[in-house]
């Protein structure tokens, strides 16, 4: 990069520090009680503790209108003994006959619920916190939130939470056992905000930084608790161990019928209050959801959610680099680890030590891998550390080491710098700025091996702006990492202008741009650009939604591509236009409804798609779905039809018992696939499941047959001491 460059990124990424912002607004206080009662889960609040504590306060609306009282009053209190945390909320509401509950699944949607969410800022930080959530049915739904970010809800603690609807509205009464939580002994104020969605208007009211540049997961706006002295965390150990029996029937194998008994177990010890150790060992997915297929029309590949529960926890740490639009290149994904071109590699140890030493943030993962016949056994290491200055910066590091296919050794090193403030000129106003860089070594790739790159991004309300530069070499290569393409230097911008106006009943109406550039460092051409571009977007009060986006794409292709078996596009110049319609009703009422539609020329040729879905949210026990994504391809190369239909099925019989079930076919593969998931929780740590996975495959007579079954009972039972 060139050293105007770097200057222009570096002052840019240092903003905040050149324009320091002071704290303008008073941090809202908050204390909780001590008390020797027992209090018993129930939703009733009719404990002596819950007529003495005092109520925290008054909330403010979020939304629709900042700082207005909200239309139905809450009222939460705090107590606390040696042993949890407990927090009361007493939800008014005049029309409870209108209380919208759908979701009972842990950690299920609740954007169109009646619910309360509150987060713990445990160390005080101002920049990590711990996420729970309830709606008027009782779900448990539980998560983390780092570095100021948007909640991670793959993080499932052992708590308990019961909700009641009664005369005057609902209620929920929550228990959090300080052997759950990670946090700093010498402190007795820990950071706090809880909010209250009224599902039939459409409005959020907050008890603290009620204003709409504040998301909810901006852990550095919460107020205070008060006052928790003497708080235990027993020996902290939890042993976790599980058995699991099932059967396999695979019709490719010459044994197809093969009987599947396994056992293992985790263990997590808190080294010290802030620092925990993970360790698993023979670490087995059964329970784990499958991936959504994708349709892909692109030349390159698709990033796919992680979804196993040893890389889920804690996850937060080994970011590099987090911010919106940067996830597509990371040096550190973790579905690298046991996953082979889609198959799965066994995984014999697994041990994790993630927390605080100090005022620094610590990482460090080992993976161990068995011989098998997808990928010799093979060890991976990935450590991370940031040391944060200010309220919401860090400086940080990563090293990984290994290779999934045992082919070769790779190593990668990286440092980022995070500078964030969320009171931009003492104005209220956020803003973050990254700066990373990150070098691999592999054998046979040696020079161009280095990705870096700046990101700054003024995230409001009204304006949205961000501006992106990064180089990727072409010998970059981390094998723990996804990165879609290399040999390029990208530049993209972008900026939203989203107000809200008072007329038509619209809520808000959005107008965006964005842009993103590659440039081919080897052939030393323009490689990609795309402009997108959103004339128009409204969102009403009602709920519904309305969008038209614009989106001129120019491709450069210096080699064929494949786009399908038997049609290859050549080399070439293109420019084509893309134009999309989408219109979706309300989501908070029992029966929704979303299109999509794309037309426009594509490649040589054109290219059209019509993607509806159909949600029934019945009540608080069944919901169901179906998402239909059809595109019809016209190329001068060749033709061809592509389609994915999603179907899903759940019913929740409680909070503590689900089934989901999840079928999806596309044509490209010819494969219809089922996924039939019951979860028992007997009790927050202790969970039954019953997995059943089915495909079938059209053969060569263009009829289905059953191809693989997988049925799996796996039993977790927590030890807590």
């Not at 930080?125 to 970010?149: H, K, L, Q, W």
């Not at 909640?151 to 056992?177: C, K, M, Q, Y």
């Not at 990984?400 to 190593?411: F, I, L, M, V």
């Not at 700066?435 to 790739?445: E, F, Q």
């Amino acid at each position: 990069m060139s050293r105007g460059g770097w200057a222009s990124l570096l002052s840019l990424a240092l903003l905040p520090v050149l324009c320091p912002a002071g704290q303008n607004e008073q941090v809202r206080q908050a204390v909780a009680l001590r008390t020797s009662e027992h209090i018993r889960i129930d939703g009733l609040l009719d404990e002596r503790v819950w007529r003495e504590a005092p109520p925290i306060g008054e909330f403010s609306q979020q939304e629709p209108q900042p700082g207005a009282p909200p239309t139905e009053a809450t009222e939460v209190r705090i107590a606390y003994n040696n042993a949890a945390i407990f927090i009361a909320v007493r939800c008014h509401d005049s029309h409870r006959e209108q209380l919208r509950a759908t979701q009972m699944q842990r950690d299920g949607s609740l954007l169109f619920d009646d619910y309360v969410q509150f987060f713990l800022d445990t160390h005080h930080d101002r920049r990590n916190a711990y996420y729970f959530a309830t709606n008027p049915a009782g779900v448990m739904v539980d998560g983390t939130i780092s570095e100021n970010n948007t909640t991670n809800l793959n993080w499932d603690g052992i708590w308990h939470v019961r909700s009641r609807i009664d005369a005057e509205g609902w209620t929920a009464e929550f228990e959090i056992p300080f052997k759950t939580l990670s946090f700093n002994p010498g402190i007795s104020s820990w950071g706090f905000n809880i909010d209250r969605r009224l599902a039939r208007a459409r409005e959020e009211s907050r008890w603290t930084s009620p204003n709409l540049d504040s998301e909810f997961f901006l852990v550095a706006r919460g107020g205070d608790i008060n006052g928790l002295e003497g708080l235990s965390q027993g020996i902290g150990l939890d042993i976790k161990p599980y058995v699991l029996g099932g059967f396999s029937r695979d019709i490719t194998r010459p044994d197809p019928n093969q009987l599947a008994r396994d056992a293992g177990v985790d263990i997590f010890y808190r080294i010290t209050s802030n620092l925990v150790s993970s360790t698993s060992i023979n670490t087995d997915f059964a329970e784990t959801e499958v991936d959504t297929r994708q349709i892909n029309l692109t030349r390159f590949p698709l990033l796919f959610p992680e979804h196993r529960t040893f890389f889920l926890e804690d996850s937060g740490i080994f970011e590099f680099a987090a911010s919106p639009g940067t996830r597509d290149f990371t040096p550190f994904f973790s579905r690298r680890i046991g996953l082979v071109e889609g198959q799965e590699v066994p995984i014999l140890l697994g041990q994790k030590v993630t927390g605080k030493v100090g005022r620094f943030d610590l990482g460090i993962m080992d993976v161990k891998t068995r011989d098998s016949a997808i990928a010799p056994a093979e060890n991976f290491f990935i450590g991370r550390v940031k040391t944060n200055f200010w309220s919401q910066s860090y400086f940080g590091a990563m090293v990984t080491d290994g290779d999934p296919s045992g082919k070769t050794t790779n190593r990668q090193v990286g440092v980022d710098l995070k500078v964030a403030t969320a009171n931009l000129f003492n104005k209220g106003k956020n803003f973050r700025s990254l700066l990373y860089v990150s070098k691999t070594s592999t054998p046979g790739k040696r020079g161009h091996d280095t990705f870096w790159g700046g990101h700054i991004v003024y995230p409001n309300d009204l304006v949205y702006v961000w501006y992106r530069r990064r180089l990727v070499g072409e010998n970059y290569y981390p094998a723990l990492g996804f990165v879609p393409r290399t040999g390029v230097l990208e530049s993209a911008m972008g900026s939203n202008f989203r107000p809200r106006p008072h007329f038509w009943n619209m809520r808000q109406v959005s107008f965006r741009f964005y842009y993103t550039g590659y440039f081919n460092l080897i052939q030393k051409q323009i490689e990609s650009r795309r402009f997108y571009t959103t004339p128009f977007e409204v969102e009403f009060n009602s709920g519904e939604h309305f969008t038209y986006h614009w989106t001129p794409t120019f491709e450069r292709l210096f080699e064929p591509f494949k786009i399908r078996k038997g049609i290859a596009i050549p080399p070439g110049d293109y420019w084509f236009q893309r134009h999309e319609f989408s219109f979706e009703t309300a989501q908070n009422r029992p029966l929704s409804f979303k299109i999509k539609t794309e037309t426009g020329t594509f490649y040589s040729g054109n290219s059209h798609e019509v993607s509806p879905q159909f949600v029934w949210r019945k009540d608080r026990h069944v919901t169901t779905s179906f998402e239909l994504q059809q595109y019809w391809v016209n190329l001068l190369e060749g033709d061809f039809r592509v389609r994915l239909a999603l179907y899903r099925l759940d019913y929740s019989f409680s909070p503590s018992l689900s089934l989901s079930n999840f079928i999806q076919y596309d044509t490209d593969s010819r494969n219809l696939g089922l996924q039939s998931r019951l979860r028992w929780m007997i009790r927050p740590g202790n969970e039954l499941f019953f997995v059943v996975n089915h495909a079938w495959q059209y053969n060569n007579f263009d009829r289905l047959e059953a191809l693989l079954t997988n049925a799996r009972a796996k039993l977790n039972y927590t030890f807590r001491f």
